[in-house]
């Protein structure tokens, strides 16, 4: 897979990120969402610097981020075991 060089601002900060091919425009959007997010938090919430604003996106995604694994988690023991049921019985009826 090829790599690419692009560059991003986060908080008013230039960054210069090497990323997939594929994932250059996830990476992209990553950065605009974060952005957006930390313009939403400056005009919401007092804040000393952009670190603050940085500090609360941060703990925002890493909270939604830690929500969706558990969900996921969830569904697929939940599903693994509902194939196991489905599994059992139609064993049982060729039997």
Known sequence: MENISINIQVADRPFRLTVSRDEEERV????????????????????????????????????????????????DNHLEQKLVDIDTILTNQTL
């Open 28 to 75: 992209r959007k990553a950065a605009s969402i974060l952005n957006e997010k930390i313009r939403e938090y400056s005009k919401t919430y007092a804040y000393n610097d952009k670190q603050d604003l940085l500090a609360m996106a941060a703990l925002q995604y890493t909270v939604a981020a830690l929500k969706f694994e558990a969900e996921v988690e969830f569904r």
